[in-house]
């Protein structure tokens, strides 16, 4: 007998354009199948896209770099049919008696014919629908069996205009697909719009019942003391005779050492008829005083998982299903004081801090492994909500599974934007797509596919534009898919905030010219402009943000004040937010964390998974607990995001110069901060001067003693270093701090270690290092520092740091933890630099 269960088709396939492929699908599937990658076929990325194929077998060049996207022939210049393309693989499946196979796609762009073993069957349009097919009275009778899928892109891909624009001429908007592919003022073309089986592909195996879609709810009672646990599921009966089945359902917590403990067992006792679906809800599971799940930065991120099996009468085992399931309430509604959304979890009110998210890669190369680096970077920016951005993806359930472990709430949009749905040049169809009920078809399957996710939070109907109003109040209908959900029509409720002028940016320019107005203007090449460079200085649009810190003196010093720059600018911008927590915002998601390719906008870490500083100002920023200096009074505030009030608590300010003189230091003992706010302190005023303090202090040496380990285990390594800045005047006493990082450890706890002693009363003037900044490079066997693009694609994806720019006062002792992925066959090295710190100390 067949093994139960499912398995995944993602290696092995073959591509081939379909127009160079003279033979029907059913000759490939049964007298003509491919034997490898000769031409006209090749190895093919699936789940991917079209030109993901193409990338991979180097037909075309990398669109991501250089000006090569333009070498790449468009859909509206070479027509549908340049794109369409035949997949191809074989798959092993010898069924027993009364087991059935069905064959799965969870994404298909646009639509499909689908041939196996000779039979034809046809895919329908729409990108975000999944598709089952039992195809078991198809199968070969000795298990070998070939597939062969001809896929067409979008029906209405649309032309790019000279000018780009956002989404092109919004022809897109016409189908049920994603929206960015005709470009965005952040975003190149997409030139095949994502065609492609782009989504996980799978076989599962089953016996006469299958489950179908199972629904958790969670209910409570008495201050979250009692919970209830409600489960719905569909039952399908495949076999031609009425069967008998029992129906389990067990909830099981993991402690540490991965002890799993029983919570719930219960069984029911069904009779199903012959070729019938049925829906059964399982009496409601009692749970007192469970672990809760929470977002980050308010608890532990508790999950439960919950296994339901049917069991048929004379079979055994027929089908098993099993999901981490979350227990939270949230809510949301228009804040009376503010204006702006508000959002409690589990009955405590949440300031939102976080950003707006595209997708992971512009040409669908998705995989858990960049998922979880993804997430794990916004739970490591403090940050507790994303939201999924209209004109992207539904986002997949792996996105969703790194979102619930990091406590990242999800604000999940429909397939609707302003720019493609009612406005825009030319002016765009508000109508929505040519089809409502597909529409509406993809949305009902997105809210079964996603709706047990704890971390999915809201749904919305769409980016700055109101659905047409039968999807709007078919949404509002069909939501009821998902009870206990809110659904919002439009974004415009919501505060958020687009920040261009402090995108993240790092690298060379091709030279800088000094105007007579005194402004740095940057001409950066035709490469910086296509990628979607916006400069750090230009008159009359962009403030001089370069000259605030000291003329740059080469492109090197220009990128390392721009990346500071960078820093000051988020966490400004957050800290600023902050500080008018419930009396003027409820929160604030920035425009926008990341991006899908090698843009030059909108990022706190690029395509590569490289940080920008910008990181790091919103990971101060973002801490649950954090001391801030507002700028407009130069009061000192303490925000506390915790739970619980802090209380015999102390504040410490020094103001130090460039030269390690400390004009100012003082400590205000027994404080209190309430919890869930910031709290203005008027009696610690820091009385610095305004102009520009932060100036460079030319190349002399600054002293610096470093204590490194380095732990390894197969290909990850751990460097631990502690760096302590030598002060001239040795009766200077060490100061050991945490500047201001909030450092996360464990499921969710928070390690708030105070500041040691400081004595400011130095008879001589210390150098004081500003923005350390570690970088990390890869050689080979013969210590070739340069790395090739595949080494830093790995490198860069793995890199995970507690900081990577920070400052030393004289005396100080600061700890730093690295953790990073070491590519086969190569030696990391990781040097030191700083803003005057010119060693370039090599540290391992």
């Given at each position: 007998?067949?093994e139960?269960?499912?398995?995944?088709?993602?290696?092995?396939?073959?591509?081939?354009r379909?127009t160079?492929?003279?033979?029907?699908?059913?000759?490939?599937t049964?007298t003509h199948?491919?034997?490898?990658?000769?031409k006209?076929w090749?190895?093919?990325?699936?789940?991917?896209?079209?030109l993901?194929?193409?990338?991979?077998?180097?037909?075309v060049?990398d669109?991501?770099y250089g000006l090569?996207?333009e070498?790449?022939?468009?859909?509206?210049?070479?027509?549908?049919?340049?794109?369409?393309?035949?997949?191809?693989t074989?798959?092993?499946?010898?069924?027993?008696?009364n087991?059935?196979?069905?064959l799965?796609?969870?994404?298909?762009?646009?639509?499909?014919e689908?041939?196996?073993n000779?039979?034809?069957?046809?895919l329908p349009?729409?990108?975000?629908?999944?598709?089952?097919?039992?195809?078991?009275?198809?199968l070969?009778?000795?298990?070998?069996?070939?597939?062969?899928?001809l896929?067409?892109?979008?029906?209405?891909?649309g032309?790019?205009?000279?000018?780009?624009g956002?989404g092109?001429d919004?022809?897109?908007g016409k189908?049920?697909?994603?929206q960015?592919v005709?470009?965005w003022?952040?975003m190149?073309?997409?030139?095949?719009?994502?065609?492609g089986?782009?989504?996980?592909?799978s076989?599962?195996?089953?016996?006469?019942?299958?489950?179908?879609?199972?629904?958790?709810?969670?209910?409570?009672?008495?201050?979250?003391?009692r919970i209830?646990?409600?489960?719905?599921?569909?039952l399908?009966?495949?076999s031609?005779s009425?069967v008998?089945?029992?129906?389990?359902?067990?909830?099981?917590?993991?402690l540490e050492?991965?002890?799993?403990?029983?919570?719930?067992?219960?069984?029911?006792?069904?009779?199903?008829?012959?070729?019938?679906?049925?829906?059964?809800?399982?009496?409601?599971l009692f749970f007192?005083?469970p672990?809760?799940?929470?977002p980050?930065?308010?608890g532990?991120?508790?999950?439960y998982?919950?296994?339901?099996?049917v069991?048929v009468?004379g079979?055994?085992?027929?089908?098993?299903?099993?999901?981490?399931?979350?227990?939270?309430?949230?809510?949301?509604?228009i804040?009376?004081?503010?204006g702006?959304?508000?959002?409690?979890?589990?009955?405590?009110?949440?300031?939102i801090?976080?950003?707006?998210?595209i997708?992971?890669?512009?040409?669908?190369?998705?995989?858990?492994?960049?998922?979880?680096?993804?997430?794990?970077?916004?739970?490591?920016?403090?940050?507790?909500?994303?939201?999924?951005w209209?004109?992207?993806?539904a986002e997949?359930?792996?996105?969703?599974?790194?979102c619930?472990?990091?406590?990242?709430?999800?604000?999940?949009?429909?397939?609707?934007?302003?720019?493609?749905?009612?406005?825009?040049?030319?002016?765009?169809?508000p109508?929505g797509?040519l089809?409502h009920?597909?529409?509406?078809l993809?949305?009902?399957?997105?809210?079964?596919?996603?709706r047990?996710?704890?971390s999915?939070?809201l749904?919305?109907?769409?980016?700055?534009?109101?659905?047409?109003?039968d999807?709007?109040?078919?949404l509002k209908?069909e939501?009821?898919?998902?009870?206990?959900?809110e659904s919002?029509?439009n974004?415009?409720?919501?505060?958020?905030?687009?920040?261009?002028?402090?995108?993240?940016?790092?690298?060379?320019?091709?030279?800088?010219?000094?105007?007579?107005?005194?402004?740095?203007e940057?001409?950066?090449?035709?490469?910086?402009?296509?990628?979607?460079y916006?400069p750090?200085?230009?008159?009359?649009?962009?403030h001089?943000?370069?000259?605030?810190?000291?003329?740059?003196t080469?492109?090197n010093?220009?990128?390392?004040?721009?990346?500071?720059?960078?820093?000051?600018?988020?966490?400004?911008l957050?800290?600023?937010?902050?500080?008018?927590?419930?009396?003027?915002?409820?929160?604030?998601?920035?425009?926008?964390?990341?991006?899908?390719?090698?843009?030059?906008?909108g990022?706190?870490?690029?395509?590569l998974?490289?940080?920008t500083?910008?990181f790091?100002?919103?990971?101060?920023a973002?801490?649950?607990?954090?001391?801030?200096?507002?700028?407009?009074?130069y009061?000192?505030?303490?925000?506390?995001?915790?739970?619980?009030?802090?209380?015999?608590?102390?504040?410490?300010?020094?103001?130090?110069d460039?030269?390690?003189?400390?004009?100012?230091?003082v400590?205000?003992?027994?404080l209190?901060?309430?919890s869930?706010k910031?709290?203005?302190?008027?009696?610690c005023?820091?009385?610095?001067e305004t102009?520009?303090?932060?100036?460079?202090?030319?190349?002399?040496?600054?002293?610096?003693r470093?204590?490194q380990?380095?732990?390894?285990?197969?290909?990850?390594m751990?460097?631990?270093c502690?760096?302590?800045?030598?002060?001239?005047?040795?009766?200077?006493?060490?100061?050991t701090?945490?500047?201001?990082?909030?450092?996360?450890?464990?499921?969710?706890d928070?390690d708030m270690?105070?500041?040691?002693?400081v004595?400011?009363?130095?008879?001589?003037?210390?150098?004081?290092?500003?923005?350390?900044?570690?970088?990390r490079?890869?050689?080979g066997?013969?210590?070739?520092?340069q790395?090739t693009?595949k080494?830093?694609?790995q490198?860069?994806?793995?890199?995970?740091?507690?900081t990577t720019?920070?400052?030393?006062y004289p005396?100080?002792?600061?700890?730093?933890?690295?953790?990073?992925?070491?590519?086969?066959g190569?030696?990391?090295?990781?040097?030191?630099?700083?803003?005057?710190?010119?060693?370039?100390?090599k540290v391992?």
């Open positions: 007998m067949a139960i269960g499912k398995t995944v088709l993602d290696s092995g396939w073959l591509a081939a379909s160079e492929v003279h033979l029907s699908g059913t000759q490939l049964t199948s491919p034997t490898g990658p000769n006209p090749m190895e093919a990325a699936v789940p991917g896209t079209v993901g194929t193409l990338v991979k077998n180097k037909v060049p669109p991501f090569e996207n070498a790449i022939i468009d859909i509206a210049d070479s027509g549908r049919e340049y794109y369409t393309f035949w997949f191809f074989t798959f092993q499946c010898k069924l027993s008696a087991q059935h196979l069905d799965n796609f969870r994404g298909i762009n646009y639509s499909a689908l041939y196996l000779g039979n034809k069957k046809i349009k729409g990108m975000f629908r999944r598709h089952s097919l039992d195809v078991t009275d198809i070969h009778p000795d298990g070998q069996n070939f597939l062969a899928v896929v067409y892109p979008p029906d209405h891909p032309t790019i205009p000279p000018e780009g956002q092109g919004h022809e897109i189908d049920v697909t994603t960015y005709e470009g003022d952040w190149t073309p997409i030139r095949d719009r994502n065609t089986i782009w989504d996980e592909v076989i599962s195996i089953t016996g006469p019942v299958k489950i179908i879609d199972p629904h958790l709810v969670s209910t409570f009672y008495d201050d979250y003391k209830y646990l409600h489960t719905i599921t569909e399908e009966n495949k031609s009425v008998e089945c029992d129906l389990n359902i067990q909830v099981t917590s993991e050492g991965g002890v799993c403990i029983v919570e719930h067992l219960q069984t029911q006792h069904l009779s199903i008829p012959s070729g019938n679906r049925v829906q059964h809800a399982f009496p409601q007192y005083k672990n809760l799940w929470w980050n930065g308010m532990r991120q508790a999950l998982n919950v296994t339901i099996t069991d009468k079979h055994g085992e027929s089908d098993s299903w099993s999901h981490m399931h979350g227990f939270r309430k949230i809510e949301s509604y804040d009376s004081a503010t702006g959304r508000l959002f409690k979890v589990n009955g405590q009110p949440i300031f801090r976080g950003g707006n998210w997708l992971s890669d512009g040409l669908l190369r998705l995989s858990k492994k960049r998922y979880q680096t993804d997430i794990k970077f916004h739970a490591d920016m403090n940050f507790n909500m994303i939201r999924c209209g004109g992207g993806l997949r359930p792996e996105f969703y599974h790194y619930d472990i990091y406590g990242l709430l999800v604000w999940q949009e429909f397939w609707i934007t302003g720019d493609v749905d009612g406005r825009g040049v030319p002016v765009s169809n109508n797509p089809d009920d597909l529409f509406m993809c949305a009902r399957d997105t809210v079964k596919l996603l047990n996710h704890p999915l939070a749904w919305v109907g769409g980016n700055e534009q109101v659905p047409p109003p999807i709007n109040n078919a209908d939501l009821k898919l998902h009870p206990h959900f919002l029509h974004t415009g409720n919501c505060c958020y905030h687009k920040s261009y002028n402090a995108s993240g940016k790092d690298g060379k320019f091709r030279c800088l010219r000094k105007l007579p107005n005194g402004y740095i940057e001409v950066p090449n035709p490469i910086w402009e296509y990628h979607k916006i750090y200085s230009k008159a009359g649009k962009v001089n943000q370069i000259l605030l810190y000291g003329t740059p080469d492109l010093d220009f990128c390392l004040k721009a990346q500071l720059v960078n820093y000051i600018q988020y966490r400004a957050l800290e600023g937010w902050t500080s008018r927590m419930w009396s003027k915002y409820t929160g604030v998601l920035i425009w926008k964390t990341q991006n899908p390719w090698t843009g030059l906008r990022q706190f870490y690029d395509h998974h490289d940080q500083a910008g790091y100002g919103c990971r101060s973002a801490e649950p607990v954090h001391v801030q200096l507002n700028l407009a009074t009061f000192i505030e303490a925000v506390n995001t915790l739970s619980e009030q802090l209380s015999d608590v102390a504040i410490e300010a020094s103001v130090w460039l030269e390690g003189t400390c004009p100012y230091y400590v205000h003992e027994k209190s901060v309430p869930k910031t709290e203005l302190f008027t009696g005023i820091c009385l610095v102009t520009n303090c932060w100036s460079h202090t030319g190349r002399r040496e600054f002293p610096l470093l204590h380990t380095l732990l390894s285990k197969g290909p990850l751990k460097w631990k502690t760096s302590k800045t030598n002060p001239k005047n040795q009766t200077l006493k060490s100061l701090c945490k500047n201001n990082f909030v450092t996360r450890i464990g499921d969710g928070f270690a105070s500041l040691g002693p004595n400011s009363a130095a008879e001589k003037k210390q150098e004081a290092s500003l923005f350390q900044r570690i970088y490079r890869f050689s066997e013969n210590d070739d520092l790395a693009r080494e830093k694609i490198e860069f994806s793995q890199f995970i740091t507690q720019t920070f400052h030393l005396g100080e002792v600061m700890p730093i933890k690295i953790s990073f992925e070491v590519p086969p190569v030696t990391p090295r990781i040097r030191l630099h700083g803003w005057n710190y010119h060693s370039g100390h391992y």
